[in-house]
């Protein structure tokens, strides 16, 4: 099969249309970006396929900023990853956590629950749209309640701005010649139903929306035939496929929607990229800590200061700040 483009490669968000469908999506391929962010804390597999999904999700979403801001999802719940934060940079930088009870996982995996959903548990997802400094934030909440990643980015499109929405996602460990350990990578992709004009551009992000708008919930709402349609062949999508190194984003849309045509646009890189600065760590400790919490937290006449995101440690002597106030 040849294709009328060239084909994109890993980290990279590739948008397309489907016009015939009244459908616009995002389908994403992460490759040494994910692998740096989950190899780097060395999570166990389990919480790493989870954080990968969330990764996968946020790429897909806060890629289509139109803005220089953060699209920032976070996840705070009762199972054995409690909390999980990414961290999306407009426009290409992003960046992801996970906590989790290593000892819940493990009691988890010992009865066979390891699936995604299982160690999210239940709790709250906000999806937080920030523009920057003297602007007002935006924010969704949605409510876990022991589904994945997927169903909750339909609960919180449906609530936020009653658009049709479906995603897949797909989180895998491959190994290739050479390698000396497997290396994660993930696959993702999300469709939208945007009838009549919906098609000229890419929406914005949705805001904290009307979530007591009851549209596409009324029991006479007809699903449009489009729509049905290309829901249903994304549905057909095996998660091998959505990870597979060898199958393009462009490929995999012309395997699916060949028949009814699909227009796509140029891919947007992702990078993982972490925003923690020593300049930033050391205005934190000045301004917000007393000169006897700082000699509290010094150990052997330092402090040191682990980011969370990139486990780059910063080391600063807490008698530095004296001089300055």
Known sequence: MGL?????G????????????????????????????LSRHNYPAPVARLLGEAVVLTALIGSSLKF?????????????????????????????????????????AEAGKTSPAEMLGKGHMAMTIDQGPHTERYQGIVALDGNGLEDVAHTYFLQSEQIPTQVRLAVAQMSTKGDHRPRWRAGGMLIQHLPQNGMSRMADLPGDGDFNN???????????????????????????????????????LFRLYHETGVRVFPGLPIEERCTCSADRIEEMLANSFTDEEREDMSVDGEIEVVCEFCSTAYRFNPHQFHAKH
């Open 10 to 37: 890993d980290d990279a968000v590739v948008p397309f249309t489907l016009e015939k469908l009244d459908t616009r999506g995002r389908i994403v391929h992460l490759g040494p970006s994910l692998d740096a962010i």
């Open 68 to 108: 220089e801001g953060r699209f920032i999802m976070q996840t705070q719940t009762d199972g054995p990853v409690n909390l999980i934060v990414v961290d999306f940079e407009a426009p290409d930088g992003i960046r992801g956590y996970a906590r989790f009870d290593h000892d819940m996982v493990v009691k988890w």
């Open 4 to 8: 009328d483009r060239p084909e994109t």
């Open 214 to 252: 009851p549209s596409m919930q009324d029991p006479d709402f007809v699903e449009a035939d489009g729509w049905t349609e290309a829901r249903s062949m994304l549905a057909t999508v095996a998660d091998v496929e959505l990870a597979d190194p060898e199958l393009s984003p462009e490929r995999l």
